[in-house]
Structure formats: C-alpha cells, structure tokens
C-alpha cells in the first residue's frame, strides 16, 4: 500500500535528478538560486522597490512598485534594469514576470520590451494573468 507523507529536503531523489539533468539538459546541471531586493531612494524616502529570484539563466521579477507620487520618472526602469544587471552577472540571459491581464502596468512592460508569452486565466484570486519576458542584453 503507498503511502503520501510530508517530505523534507533531505527526501528529494537527488540522484534521480542527476539522471534527469543528463536526460533534459545533456549535461549534470547545479540549479543554483538566489534571491534580490532592492530599492529606489528619493530626499531619504523609498519610492520604489523589486524583488525576485535568480534561477539557472533567468530572473523572474516578483514584486515591483514605485509610490505613485514618483511614478513617470523611469524609476520602475531603473530597477527593472538592476534587477536584469544582478541576474547577468550570475548568467541569466533572460527576465519574466506575472502581471495581472487587463492591469494598467502591462503597457509600462510592454514599453520596456517585454512580450506577453503566456496567459493564466482564473488565475489569483480568480483574475485572469499573463506571463512577460525578454531577452537581457
């Protein structure tokens, strides 16, 4: 009889990965994450901030937001590009973000170059989402 029981990290099959890695990548992989957060600062006061992750060859953007008295002064992009700066120097070649489908900040990602690869219907809260990404240069 099988049994589903909570599994810790130590449970993970490492050795079946190994396997898998050859299988899907031709090659052992190290699947490397890292987190980052930063900030934009204005006369000593947050105006904006972005947070995400660094996974193999990608940066995913989790969080991004600028105060609404400072929005229109390319701070979003300036974090948008720190973020991508933070994740090529650990290899990433590519960004991808969530965004709500019908919210007003899809035209901020699409002026910075992000293509909408994705949609999530009935997503979060049941609201429809979209997935964007582009290459970091």
């Known amino acids: 009889m099988t049994r589903i029981l909570k599994a810790t990290k130590k449970d993970k099959l490492s050795k079946e990965w190994r396997l898998l890695d050859h299988i899907h990548y031709g090659r052992s992989i190290k699947w490397r994450e890292e987190e980052f957060g930063f900030k934009a600062v204005e006369d000593g006061q947050i105006v904006g901030t972005i947070y ?15 105060v609404e008295k400072a929005r229109g002064k390319g701070i979003g ?26 919210w007003s900040e899809n035209l901020f990602y699409k002026k910075l170059g992000f293509k909408m690869v994705a949609e999530l219907p009935d997503f979060y809260f049941h609201k429809d989402f979209v997935v964007y990404s582009r290459e970091i240069n």
């Open 77 to 102: 992009t300036m974090l948008v590009e720190k973020a991508e700066g933070f994740g090529r120097q650990l290899g990433a070649h590519r960004a991808w973000l969530l965004t709500g489908k019908d």
């Open 52 to 66: 995400g992750r660094y996974e193999p060859g990608v940066v995913y953007i989790s969080n991004l937001i600028i």
